[in-house]
C-alpha cells in the first residue's frame, strides 16, 4: 500500500486502481478528485470511483480487496436510490475510497469518454467533463452544484452542449432544467 498516514485518500485510490485494472473492470473517477481535474479546486480527502460493473460481481471484488489487506464495507440501495450498490475501502489510516456501481442514467459510454490524467506515474481515468456536469447536477446537493457551476463557468462554450443536452435526460426532468438555467446563466451563445 501507498499510504503512510490518515489524509492519503488519492494515493488509496491509486492502490484501488491497481486491483480493478488488474480484473479488466473499467472505471471514471469522480468527485472531488474529478472537479479538480476539470477546474473546480476544492480541498476534500475524498476519492471516488464509478464502475462498470454487474452488482452480481461485487461480492468477489469485496472479497479480493480483503485478500489484498484492505478494510471493506457494502451497501445495497433501495429500489428508489440513485445508486443501485457501493463498496467502501480502507485502509488501516482511515483512508477511504468509494466505489459506485449501477449509477441510475449513467451511459457506459461514459467509462470511454474517461480522460486519461497521469498522477503519481499512474495514468488514472477520470469521467469527462460533461459527464461530470451532468452528475454533479443530478445529484444536486450543494457542493453539486458548485462544481458543476465552477466548470461550466471555466469551459463554456467548450462543452459539447448537445452531449451534455443528452446525458442530462437520462438523469431526469431535474437534471435537465438545472442545466438549462446553468446554461442560460453562464454559457455564451
Given at each position: ?8 485518500s488519492?494515493?488509496?485510490l491509486?492502490?484501488?486502481?491497481g ?23 476544492r480541498?476534500?480527502v ?42 467502501v ?28 490524467v ?5 495514468t488514472?481515468r477520470?469521467?469527462?467533463r460533461e ?7 443530478f ?15 471555466l ?21 435537465v432544467?438545472?442545466?438549462?438555467i ?5 454559457v455564451?451563445?
Amino acid at each position: 500500500m501507498r499510504t503512510r498516514g490518515p489524509g492519503e485518500s488519492a494515493l488509496l485510490l491509486l492502490d484501488v486502481v491497481g486491483l480493478i485494472t488488474a480484473q479488466g473492470i473499467e472505471y471514471a473517477v469522480v468527485g472531488a478528485m474529478a472537479a479538480s481535474v476539470h477546474g473546480a479546486v476544492r480541498a476534500s480527502v475524498d476519492a471516488d470511483a464509478v464502475l462498470s460493473l454487474a452488482i452480481s460481481r461485487l461480492r468477489a471484488l469485496e472479497r479480493d480487496f480483503v485478500t489484498a489487506g484492505f478494510h471493506t464495507e457494502s451497501r445495497r440501495g433501495d429500489p428508489d436510490d440513485p445508486i443501485a450498490a457501493m463498496l467502501v475501502v480502507k485502509d488501516e489510516h482511515s483512508n477511504r475510497v468509494d466505489l459506485i456501481v449501477g449509477l441510475r442514467g449513467l451511459e457506459v459510454e461514459a467509462f470511454s469518454r474517461a480522460i486519461h490524467v497521469p498522477f503519481q506515474g499512474v495514468t488514472l481515468r477520470v469521467v469527462g467533463r460533461e459527464d461530470f456536469v451532468a452528475m454533479k447536477l443530478f445529484a444536486g446537493g450543494p457542493q453539486d452544484i458548485v462544481d458543476a457551476t465552477s466548470v461550466v463557468r471555466l469551459v463554456g462554450n467548450e462543452l459539447d452542449l448537445e452531449l451534455l443536452r443528452r446525458l442530462a435526460q437520462r438523469y431526469g426532468r431535474t437534471t435537465v432544467k438545472a442545466l438549462e438555467i446553468l446554461i442560460a446563466e453562464i454559457v455564451v451563445k
